[in-house]
């Protein structure tokens, strides 16, 4: 299923979407494979599944545990594009990659186009690629019907802002905070209302991620974003074992995303 | 002369802003202030005020005549070992803290491996009244305890990061997550020329000032421009700063030395223009230390400073197109180039620098007896001597 279709779907539904990331290979990939299954019919939308790096930038240290966690387990974009592979004849919605851009560097960007394409991979991810450097991996992505997700914060220029919706395709990615990934009790205020105008003069539909992690900014989030993204407390729940905690959370959120 | 780097950041193919969304519109409040501010005449006044008043500059260009005999040509060293806080940091901290001062900024962060870095930006912060903190490895905090202490003398608070291979590599990840969060009121001083487009072609201008004396100085020793220039490279920042004001004079040859560690076909070592392949690490794509996943190698030096596994973007458009040549000293080296400085010229070299000063020691044959090699002289030893004894089995 591509991204607009699954968009598409949530219109009519009368919901905003729910996106859930996972680190391939945090505790292993097999696990990977299975909780994507139970994410999915605990009502998530989308998958995003992350890609381990040795120097994880933009992330908190939820994010840099698990994949330092993957990495120790040998996970690497060849096995996870496997998986990628088995998830493509059991998961029913669609699955992003997210990855820093150096180990699809090192694969080849052609390559991995066209192997993220083969696995049924929707669309990609890439915290260090903004924009401007983009234009080579786009046009690769393109050739094979993959979308390159771009990021947008409060902080993008009004210029760039422009040059961004522009390109835009599958979904606007919506940086909620100042800072790496990670919880936050609360959002700042001024998230709401940008991601509210955005969203009139964006063709894509926008996501919220980064902080989000309670029911009361799920809440807020629904009347103005088309999509939330959770991240780091997914992990930080497997990671301490709590499965059916999160799966609980996360029909809960399911239900909170319904519009009346 | 065609001008790099381009307006992209882009030396040939390396460099370039792979940064997160979040630090685009700092990077470009950054370039907007450096190419207005930065490069105004008032700045340039004031920052050179402070260069020659404050750390001390020009820095001598010394002709090591024991040294040289030793060698069989006319060694100069270019004493940046003396400037203020004993190394060329200084000039760069100097000019991006001014800087971020006039930008507005009220605190300044920055990244260190041998700590020189981070007392220089210490340094300046407390001259110019910002407040300060620096990110050092926690393995780096212990052989450059010296380091530590000092930053803390000079106001600065010093987080020890314990993630990755707690060295210099995982500093700068751990001050860019926090400018990432703080670029409001904050300034990352990047300690070297690697980075987001403009700190490459930034830092290397601040640094240049090495160049241009060593140029005025050796045309007034030797009436002529030198035929070598030697330097340690690890991010790049001493070396691009003596190389680049020579960059057109196409008969001055460069030499870039990298550290070997335990050797260059072992897997610890630093040696990222000798072994690595391109790819993109902290903001920019350059040569890097990787595994064929993408991944970042470990590295390993007896000289914190060059213990990372990237380079400037500038090196690498330098090594593809044959500009300068670079090479590798291992740590058993470079520890015997640091005793023999220390003994003929009575110049206790920091470790870093010792890997230049290998070269020559390692390749005496290659130099003439006429020729003349300006080494820079990157740091004083003063920091690693503590290690070095260790390292001796010597208890202090």
């Known amino acids: 299923m591509t991204i607009q279709q699954r968009f598409d779907q949530l219109k009519k539904e009368k919901r905003s979407g729910l996106i859930a990331y996972i680190t391939a290979g945090c505790p292993d990939l097999a696990f990977t494979q299975e909780f994507a299954l139970r994410l999915q019919d605990a009502g998530v939308d989308f998958i995003e599944i992350g890609v381990p790096f040795s120097d994880p930038v933009a992330d908190g240290p939820v994010l840099q545990q698990a994949s330092q966690k993957a990495l120790e387990n040998r996970t690497n974009l060849r096995s996870i594009l496997r998986l990628c592979d088995k998830l493509k004849k059991t998961l029913g919605i669609p699955y992003l990659l997210m990855t820093y851009f150096n180990p699809v560097f090192r694969y080849g960007l052609k390559n991995f186009a066209r192997d993220c394409c083969e696995n049924g991979v929707s669309g990609v991810i890439v915290p260090d690629l903004p924009f401007e450097e983009s234009n080579d991996f786009r046009l690769e992505l393109e050739k094979y019907g993959v979308e390159q997700i771009l990021f947008l914060s409060s902080t993008t220029s009004t210029q760039r802002r422009k040059k961004i919706l522009d390109a835009a395709r599958g979904f606007i990615y919506y940086i909620a905070v100042c800072g790496v990934t990670g919880m936050r009790e609360f959002l700042p205020e001024e998230t709401y209302q940008d991601v509210a105008t955005l969203r009139k003069n964006s063709k894509v539909p926008i996501a919220v991620g980064f902080g989000i992690s309670n029911a009361e900014q799920v809440r807020r989030l629904k009347s103005c974003a088309d999509a939330i993204i959770i991240g780091s407390f997914v992990m930080r729940e497997i990671m301490a074992g709590n499965y059916q905690t999160l799966l609980e959370t996360i029909k809960n959120f399911h239900n909170i995303l319904e519009k009346e | ?396």
């Open chain 2, 1 to 396: 002369m065609k001008k790099i780097p381009d307006r992209r950041g882009r030396f040939g193919i390396y460099g370039g802003r792979f940064a997160p969304e979040t630090l685009m519109a700092p990077i470009e409040e950054l370039q907007r202030a450096y190419f207005t501010i930065g490069k105004s005449s008032a700045f340039r006044k004031e920052l050179d005020y402070y260069l020659s008043h404050y750390a001390g500059r020009p820095t001598p260009l010394y002709f090591a005549g024991n040294f040289s005999k030793h060698i069989g040509c006319r060694v100069y060293l270019k004493r940046e070992d003396l400037a203020f806080t004993g190394s060329h940091k200084i000039n760069n901290t100097l000019g991006q803290v001014l800087l971020a001062k006039k930008m507005g900024k009220t605190r300044v962060i920055a990244e260190t491996g041998a700590g020189q870095h981070g007392v220089a930006t210490a340094t300046a912060a407390a001259l110019l009244e910002l407040e300060c903190e620096i990110y050092m490895g926690e393995i780096d905090m212990q052989r450059q305890a010296l380091n530590v202490y000092r930053m803390r003398l000079l106001g600065a608070k010093v987080n020890c990061v314990k993630t990755g291979s707690r060295t210099l590599k995982d500093a700068i990840n751990e001050a860019m997550r926090d400018w990432i969060a703080s670029f409001k009121n904050t300034h990352y001083v990047i300690g070297s020329v690697v980075g987001f487009h403009p700190f490459p072609e930034m830092v290397r201008n601040f640094q240049s000032v090495i160049g241009r004396e060593a140029k005025k100085q050796i045309l007034k020793l030797e009436k002529k421009l030198p035929d070598y220039l030697v330097a340690c490279v690890g991010g790049g920042s001493n070396s691009l700063g003596l190389f680049y004001p020579f960059y057109s004079h196409t008969t001055v040859k460069f030499i870039g030395v990298e550290a070997a560690g335990r050797g260059i076909n072992t897997e610890h070592h630093s040696a990222t223009l000798c072994k690595g392949m391109p790819g993109v690490l902290h903001g920019s794509f350059s040569y890097v230390l990787q595994d064929d996943d993408g991944q970042i190698h470990p590295t390993h030096s007896i000289s914190a400073g060059l213990d990372y596994p990237g380079t400037g973007p500038e090196h690498s458009y330098y090594k593809d197109t044959g500009r300068a040549e670079y090479y590798a000293a291992t740590d058993r080296q470079a520890l015997n180039a640091f005793f023999v400085l220390s003994k003929t010229e009575g110049i206790i070299p920091a470790l870093e620098s010792a890997h230049a000063i290998a070269y020559l020691i390692e390749n005496r044959q290659r130099f003439r007896s006429d020729e003349i090699v300006i080494v820079c002289l990157s740091g004083r030893g003063d920091k690693d001597v503590a290690e070095v004894a260790k390292l001796e089995g010597v208890s202090l």
